[in-house]
């Protein structure tokens, strides 16, 4: 996407600038009860949301796991969905090493 800013944080800087609304269908699982599974009735919730609310936990192609900003319905192997969006062309990395 043209002049999309990039922007690298930490796990701790994301949990500290975000909230996020609690798992209806796991919500004993990771990441204290927010995590959302690849199954196809919670990826049917998802996509009811706007793509702006929603994280990503992906393998990168150096097979690090990452969490980005956005719906990756195809890659992603966990989702998260938070209170508050992330800006219009901007893309949020969170290293979780």
């Known amino acids: 996407m043209l002049n999309e800013h990039h922007i690298e944080i ?11 609304i609690n798992s209806l269908f796991s919500p ?11 199954k196809s009735f919670e990826m049917d919730f998802l996509r009811s949301y ?5 994280w990503s936990k992906i393998i990168n ?7 980005i900003s956005g719906f990756d319905e195809y ?3 966990a989702f998260y969905i938070s ?10 990395l969170v290293k979780l090493d």
Not at 12 to 20: C, G, L
């Open 83 to 92: 209170s508050e969006p992330v800006l219009h062309n901007t893309r949020v």
């Open 61 to 67: 192609e150096d097979g690090d796991t990452v969490i």
């Open 10 to 20: 930490s796990f701790e800087e994301f949990i500290r600038n975000y909230s996020f």
């Open 50 to 54: 706007d793509p702006a609310y929603i």
């Open 75 to 77: 890659e992603g192997i």
């Open 28 to 38: 004993l699982e990771n990441f204290e009860g927010f995590q959302f599974g690849p």
